[in-house]
C-alpha cells in the first residue's frame, strides 16, 4: 500500500471510531432500534476496514515458495469474514426490532439519536469526499470499495433521523422498530452480495464474457496468430490469471514462434494490465487429446480468425 492509500484508511478507520463511540452512548440513551443498527454497522466498519487492510496487505505480498500463484485471494478470505459478521449482526438487530414490536418500547431522548446521526452524515460526506481525490489520484480498490460502503452510511443514517421523526415527533408506533428491520435486511442484502463475489473469487468464476471477448480480440489481432482454444480465465485480489493454447503456422521455426508469443504478450499486458498471461503454442493442425477439462468446458472451443 501506498502512503497516500494508507492515509485514506487510517482516516477511514479513525471515522468509523469516532460515530461508533458517538452512536454507542446515543443508542444506549435512546434505545432506539433503528440506531442501534446504525451503531452495528458503524462497528462492523471498524472491524471491516482492519480485516480488509490485513487482506489487501496479504493479498499484496509478493509469490513465494509455498503460494506461486501469489496471496491474492487473501481479499476473498477477509471479505467473508465480514459477511460472517455482517449476517450475526442483521440477525440480531431483527431479532432485537420484533422484541421492540412486542413490547412497544418507546424512544427516549430522539433529539440526541438525531444530533448524532446528523453529525454521522456531516462527517461520512467529508471522508468520502478525501476518498474520491485519494481515488483519482490511486485508482485504489481498496479505497474505492471502501468509499461505496461509506455512501451507503449516509443514506443509513437518513433512514435512523426518519425512524425517530416518525416515532417520537408524528406518533407512529413502530416505526422505530420497523425501520430497525429494514436496516437488518439491508445489511443482509449486502452481505450476500459481497459473499457471492467472494465465493466467485475463490471458486476461479471465469471472467465477464465481455472482458473475454475483448481479451481474444487482442490476442488473435497478431496476423501470425491462426486462432486459440482451451481459453480460461481466473482472478484472485487485484490480479488476473489468463491462459490459452495459440495455433501458430506448422513451419515456423521455435524461435519465430517465440517471437510471436512475446509479441501478443505485450499487446495483451497492455490492454489487461495486472494479469499474468500463460500461452501455450500448437502448430497447425494439431489436435490435443490430453486435456482432462476439455469435456467439461463450455466456452467455445476455438477462437479463429475470420
Known amino acids: 500500500m501506498s502512503e497516500t492509500t494508507a492515509r485514506a484508511a487510517i482516516a477511514s478507520a479513525t471515522t468509523a471510531i469516532l460515530l461508533l463511540i458517538m452512536k454507542a452512548i446515543a443508542a444506549w440513551q435512546t434505545s432506539s432500534v433503528a440506531l442501534l443498527g446504525s451503531l452495528a454497522d458503524s462497528s462492523l466498519d471498524v472491524l471491516a476496514s482492519l480485516v480488509t487492510l490485513y487482506g489487501v496487505r496479504l493479498a499484496a505480498t509478493p509469490a513465494d515458495h509455498d503460494?506461486?500463484?501469489?496471496?491474492?485471494?487473501?481479499?476473498?478470505?477477509?471479505?467473508?469474514?465480514?459477511?460472517?459478521?455482517?449476517?450475526a449482526s442483521a440477525l440480531a438487530i431483527a431479532w432485537r426490532a420484533v422484541q421492540s414490536l412486542e413490547r412497544d418500547t418507546p424512544v427516549s431522548d430522539p433529539g440526541l439519536g438525531i444530533a448524532v446521526s446528523v453529525v454521522a452524515i456531516v462527517a461520512t460526506l467529508i471522508l468520502v469526499s478525501y476518498q474520491k481525490r485519494i481515488i483519482a489520484e490511486t485508482g485504489s480498490v481498496a479505497i474505492q470499495a471502501d468509499s461505496l460502503h461509506y455512501q451507503g452510511d449516509i443514506l443509513l443514517n437518513l433512514s435512523v433521523i426518519l425512524a425517530l421523526v416518525l416515532e417520537r415527533?408524528?406518533?407512529?408506533?413502530?416505526?422505530?422498530?420497523?425501520?430497525?428491520?429494514?436496516?437488518?435486511?439491508?445489511?443482509?442484502?449486502?452481505?450476500?452480495?459481497?459473499?457471492?463475489?467472494?465465493?466467485?473469487?475463490?471458486?476461479?468464476?471465469?471472467?465477464?464474457?465481455?472482458?473475454?471477448?475483448?481479451?481474444?480480440?487482442?490476442?488473435?489481432?497478431?496476423?501470425?496468430?491462426?486462432?486459440?482454444?482451451?481459453?480460461?480465465?481466473?482472478?484472485?485480489?487485484?490480479?488476473?490469471?489468463?491462459?490459452f493454447h495459440m495455433v501458430v503456422a506448422r513451419d515456423m521455426s521455435v524461435a519465430e514462434a517465440h517471437d510471436v508469443v512475446e509479441e501478443v504478450e505485450d499487446a495483451l499486458h497492455a490492454a489487461f494490465p495486472r494479469t499474468e498471461v500463460l500461452i501455450h503454442l500448437d502448430p497447425e493442425g494439431h489436435v490435443d487429446t490430453d486435456n482432462p477439462l476439455v469435456e467439461q468446458d463450455v466456452t467455445p472451443h476455438w477462437f479463429r480468425k475470420r
Open 67 to 87: 503460494h506461486r500463484f501469489g496471496h491474492g485471494k487473501a481479499e476473498a478470505l477477509a471479505a467473508l469474514f465480514q459477511v460472517a459478521l455482517i449476517t
Open 169 to 243: 415527533y408524528l406518533a407512529l408506533a413502530g416505526a422505530d422498530a420497523v425501520f430497525g428491520i429494514v436496516i437488518a435486511l439491508w445489511l443482509g442484502w449486502g452481505a450476500f452480495k459481497a459473499s457471492a463475489e467472494a465465493i466467485d473469487q475463490l471458486m476461479d468464476k471465469e471472467w465477464p464474457e465481455a472482458e473475454r471477448s475483448r481479451f481474444i480480440e487482442v490476442a488473435i489481432g497478431n496476423p501470425d496468430v491462426r486462432g486459440i482454444h482451451d481459453f480460461r480465465t481466473r482472478r484472485s485480489g487485484d490480479h488476473a490469471f489468463a491462459q
